[in-house]
């Protein structure tokens, strides 16, 4: 089986224990919002490189079913990889609940979603799109999105709760579009999300690592307030 890894300011900047359990890629935070960069994604980033991880970017969406806030969120998640030495990758949109109003109806919801993916695209990226199988039933229209995209989606859904190894193929979430089944938030007690690639489209596409670019070694830090809670956010 094939697992990726998604990494967050919750994870250390070096992966190599992921890698060590057995991943073979990483979906890292590239972005929140319209402006801030996830604290450790460069250096997350920069180790999954080192490591021959395979690299994914996600951004965390707050843009809700805001067409015209989507596009600016897709433009600032593409200028940050870009700024990280990348032109082609795969960047997904993480849209749920925190921080981010899921209160629209599913086409107001899926317009926005589609705004932010056919930006992504236009930017010379590849869109993709996570959220959790309620999510994906209730608030959004795959339809639309799987038909114009094609396999994209990253599903949560977890079956068992607390430390868990592999991926237990019998709930599997069970839904048109998938390429990745993210089954635990706890891989092997290592306290991090794991997904089984269930459709590899990532090799299509090689990631032109060769123009990845290392992080500064001692990075600034800014510190950005959301819902109460202080995050440290890299400064560039």
Not at 130 to 157: D, H, M, Q
Not at 197 to 225: N, R, S
Request: with cysteine; net charge positive; aromatic share 12%.
């Amino acid at each position: 089986m094939t697992y990726y890894v998604d990494v967050a300011k919750y994870q250390p900047s070096d992966l190599s224990n992921y890698k060590k359990a057995g991943a073979s890629g990483a979906i890292v935070q590239l972005t929140v919002g319209t402006s801030i960069k996830a604290s450790k994604g460069g250096h997350q980033i920069h180790s999954a490189h080192l490591l021959g991880l395979h690299r994914l970017f996600y951004h965390y969406a707050c843009f809700g079913h805001s067409v015209s806030q989507a596009v600016k969120e897709a433009k600032f998640a593409c200028k940050t990889a870009k700024d990280y030495g990348y032109k082609t990758i795969h960047i997904f949109c993480d849209w749920e609940p925190q921080d981010n109003d899921t209160s629209g109806s599913a086409s107001q919801n899926t317009d926005a979603i589609l705004a932010f993916m056919h930006e992504i695209r236009k930017e010379g990226f590849t869109p993709g799109l996570y959220s959790s199988a309620s999510l994906l039933r209730t608030k959004i229209n795959i339809k639309p999105i799987i038909k114009e995209f094609g396999t994209c989606l990253w599903v949560a859904s977890y079956p068992y709760a607390g430390a868990t190894n592999s991926a237990d193929m019998r709930y599997f979430p069970s839904m048109d579009g998938v390429s990745m089944w993210q089954f635990t938030d706890n891989w092997k007690g290592l306290n991090v999300d794991c997904s089984k690639v269930v459709y590899d489209p990532f090799k299509l596409k090689k990631v032109q690592g060769t123009e990845h670019k290392k992080p500064k070694a001692k990075p600034k830090y800014e510190t950005f307030k959301i819902t109460g809670e202080n995050i440290k956010i890299t400064k560039e």
